[in-house]
């Protein structure tokens, strides 16, 4: 009798949770570029920039923003974090640019420097990684996207 009871108790609920795997969508994480970077405080050991990025939405529904947080790397060193409150919607299948702030310090931006002096290659590569904080509750989907840019040229010689 307890095994009959048993049995049922799991089809049941079997049955329950087959029900409700429809009502979870899954969702691609969505393409995170960078577009532009600005300086905006620059002090001795730390550093703020304003960055510009495009967030495009692979999905079939509007993708509800209500936070980010994020790591900048640039030719495979930390570059820069940061995080944003910032709340805004990318309807389906589309994109917009969002600003964001990133901070950095001293011995990051000189790290840098250093490299695109010893390499003297003329592009280098980034990649932005972090988290989107979509929905109520929040539901976090990661992103991990990477390019290339051009540095701008140094004093002439």
């Excluded at 049941?12 to 532009?36: D, K």
Aim: charged letters at 20%; a positive charge.
């Amino acid at each position: 009798m307890k095994g009959k009871a048993l049995c049922f108790c799991l089809l049941i609920l079997g049955s329950g949770l087959a029900g409700c795997s429809g009502l979870f969508q899954t969702m691609e994480s969505p393409r995170i570029n960078v577009v532009n970077v600005t300086p905006r405080d620059i002090k001795l050991l730390e550093q703020v920039f304003d960055l510009e990025l495009r967030v495009q939405n692979p999905n079939e529904a509007a993708l509800s923003i209500h936070g980010l947080s994020f790591e900048l790397e640039v030719n495979d060193r930390r570059f820069a974090t940061g995080v944003s409150n910032e709340s805004v919607t990318v309807d389906a299948f589309s994109s917009r640019v969002i600003h964001v702030e990133a901070v950095t310090t001293s011995w990051g931006i000189l790290q840098q420097i250093a490299q695109l002096q010893k390499t003297g290659t003329p592009m280098a590569t980034y990649r932005i990684r972090g988290a989107i904080y979509s929905g109520s509750p929040s539901i976090k989907l990661p992103f991990d996207n990477r390019g290339e840019f051009k540095p701008p040229a140094g004093p002439a010689k």
